[in-house]
């Protein structure tokens, strides 16, 4: 019994040794997983914030400190960055980008510039204006040693350097415009579905459905085509929608891509791309990568900072067509300003002229001068739309015909139905611009007078029209001189 007993003992004793030692273990287990847990954590902060150092530093390698690119976005006015707040401005009241995309990828042809925009934004009235200029317009070439396609300018001087290259190209379309052109960006396709990507989607309203039959796919065609809609569209199909080629015109193309551009604008304002300075890291990290231009980081920081601080409104996109087949057609299409001369005379292929010019005058650019100089300097005259009609008082009994369609090719609303009216009236016996329910600081208004040479008067009511809406008349007497062309 005795030595029994004594085995129970002994038994317990290891028991209770072992269970002991089991929950030391068991302690001490524990303790190593949560110290391993802790440990674990630590590096990957430390890794974070390394890798956060890193990315950092990548932002100055694009020529801008972190402290200055936060003071230039930041809405406190005591921010420490190194860059003073007067210096955070931008001191023009009007910023012209010349915007030129090329296939850098993928393409037989990568150094012609096949989509050329110039974007303007004009802070005074806070707009954002964009214009297409056509590949297929025949000019001459600056240095006066070549014609050929404008899409070409870039490909022929590139040999003599990228901003040499591009600078010629802006001159040629300063002709065209007689706009200055402060920058350039040179922009891979690729760009769109990256940033596209970025953004997740873009949201696009298709005005009527088109669809492209030969849309390329590698060695083969297939078929794309978009309903009338408002589609979100990712990067894949919003690459389509600005590439199709064969659903409409070079021209309606060009105002596709110009209407991707604005819902890329639209999306980054909507997620909080204009306030966040990591977002607007990875924008500039992307626009690094497919982009060469020469607007420095500091100048698009400030852009960003008035963008962000404004309600800055998109004006129409605007476009040059050859929509009309006789000069004075009243039915022509807005920006018909060129003109498909006979293929002989360019050996056989196929070239847009600007009008009043031919082979031999290249160079007359006045329509397009004075189209161009109110895309970009009266832009709220295109946000004010305000319907107008004419009234014909004189003796030639076209003119208020002829009027109305070189107003309108210039976006000026002169319906296409019952707005032109013949009236009989010697009140004041020479011509007059009526409006009513208009601010006298109306830019229309100014515009008109300029482009017609006419005094405007403000009245209370509609002079002659009994139309509803119409906010501006127009009446010609004898004294009227067509002064909107030669």
């Known amino acids: 019994m005795i030595i029994l007993a ?16 089991n929950k030391w273990k068991m302690k001490n287990r524990l303790i190593l997983e949560i110290v391993g847990i802790v440990s674990i954590f630590f590096i990957f902060m430390l890794w974070a914030s390394l890798a956060r150092f890193i990315e950092w530093m ?10 200055d690119a936060a003071s230039l976005i930041s809405d406190d006015n005591t921010s420490t960055g190194s860059t003073k707040n007067n210096e955070n401005e931008i001191k023009e009241e009007k910023i012209n980008v ?3 995309w090329r296939w850098w990828w993928n393409h037989d042809a990568p150094n012609l510039t096949d989509t050329m ?3 303007s934004l004009n802070l005074k009235d806070k707009t954002i204006s964009m214009l297409s200029i056509p590949r297929d317009l025949y000019v001459e070439f600056p240095e006066k040693w070549w014609r050929w396609k404008i899409n070409q300018i870039y490909s022929a001087f590139l040999w003599k350097g990228e901003d040499y290259a591009m600078d010629k190209l802006k001159e040629k379309i300063t002709d065209i415009t007689w706009e200055k052109i402060d920058y350039y960006a040179n922009v891979d396709f690729k760009w769109f579905t ?3 990507d970025i953004l997740w989607w873009v949201e696009i309203t298709v005005p009527k459905t088109f669809i492209d039959r030969q849309y390329p796919l590698g060695n083969w065609y297939t078929t794309f085509m978009l309903k009338k809609w408002t589609w979100t569209l990712d990067w894949e199909v919003a690459l389509k929608y600005i590439r199709s080629r064969h ?9 596709r891509q110009q209407q991707v551009l604005a819902a890329i604008k639209k999306q980054l304002k909507e997620l909080g791309y204009f306030k966040d300075i990591w977002k607007i890291k990875d924008l500039f990290l992307s626009l690094n990568k497919n982009v060469k231009t020469d607007i420095e980081i500091t100048t698009m920081l400030k852009i960003w900072k008035f963008m962000k601080q404004n309600e800055v409104s998109m004006v129409p996109s605007f476009n040059l067509n050859n929509s009309c087949m006789y000069w004075e ?11 498909v001369p006979q293929q002989e005379l360019f050996d056989n292929m196929s070239v847009l002229l600007v009008e009043w010019s031919n082979k031999y005058n290249l160079n007359n650019y006045e329509v397009l001068n004075k189209y161009a100089y109110n895309i970009f300097n009266n832009p709220k005259a295109f946000l004010e739309n305000y319907e107008i009609n004419i009234f014909n008082a004189s003796k030639v009994w076209w003119i208020a015909w002829s009027l109305a369609g070189k107003l309108r090719r210039y976006w000026f609303n002169v319906p296409m139905n019952n707005a032109l009216w013949n009236v009989k009236d010697t009140e004041y016996e020479k011509s007059r611009i009526y409006y009513n329910w ?3 600081d109306s830019v229309t208004i100014k515009v008109l007078e300029e482009f017609l040479g006419i005094e405007s008067k403000k009245m209370d009511a509609p002079v002659y029209s009994e139309n509803e809406g119409v906010k501006i008349e127009i009446v010609l007497w004898d004294d009227y001189k067509e002064v909107l062309d030669k």
């Open 117 to 119: 925009i110039l974007w």
């Open 98 to 100: 010349l915007l030129v």
């Open 6 to 21: 004594f085995k129970k003992y002994l038994v317990s004793k290891k028991t209770k040794e072992i269970k002991e030692n």
């Open 329 to 339: 057609n009243n039915s022509c299409l807005k920006w018909w300003f060129l003109y």
């Open 58 to 67: 990548e932002f100055d390698l694009l020529n801008v400190s972190i402290w």
């Open 438 to 440: 208009i601010s006298e």
């Open 247 to 255: 659903s409409t015109s070079d021209f309606d193309r060009s105002l």
């Open 194 to 196: 990256d940033i596209i």
